[in-house]
């Protein structure tokens, strides 16, 4: 079992940055990728961005590529999300998420089998 807690939203005016951590523990070396997702109300859940165990691929949704950027640190087993120049649009409950099977596609949520509770980001205008 893969356990996922995430922490850092809150709320930010446009053009703000917000930086989310998701901190994992359980079966850790099991997990094949790492992603995050977001869901607005009344919207789909949708892949954000995505990274690899061995931090060699990077995956991202057009919408937040140049803005956003997913990183890791092994040794504490966090993954990030660093969201620069953020607009209204990325408002949104943000999740963490994880996969052991590949193929772990960004675009298919049901791929990812852990998921945390979920942080909050608002972005005013």
């Known amino acids: 079992q893969v356990q996922l807690v995430e922490s850092g939203g809150g709320s930010v005016q446009a053009g703000g940055s917000l930086r989310l951590s998701c901190a994992a523990s359980g079966d850790t070396d099991s997990i094949l990728y790492r992603g995050w997702f977001r869901q607005a109300p009344g919207e789909k859940r949708e892949g954000v961005a995505s990274?690899?165990?061995?931090?060699?691929?990077?995956y991202y949704v057009d919408s937040v590529k140049g803005r956003f950027t997913i990183s890791q640190d092994d040794a504490k087993n966090t993954v990030y999300l660093q969201m620069n120049s953020l607009k209204p649009e990325d408002t949104a409950m943000y999740y963490c998420?994880?996969?052991?099977?590949?193929?772990?596609?960004?675009?298919?949520?049901?791929?990812?089998?852990?998921w945390g509770q979920g942080t909050q980001v608002t972005v005013s205008s």
């Open positions: 998420a994880a996969c052991r099977s590949f193929p772990c596609r960004l675009s298919v949520t049901s791929e990812f089998g852990y």
């Open positions: 990274i690899y165990r061995a931090g060699t691929k990077t």
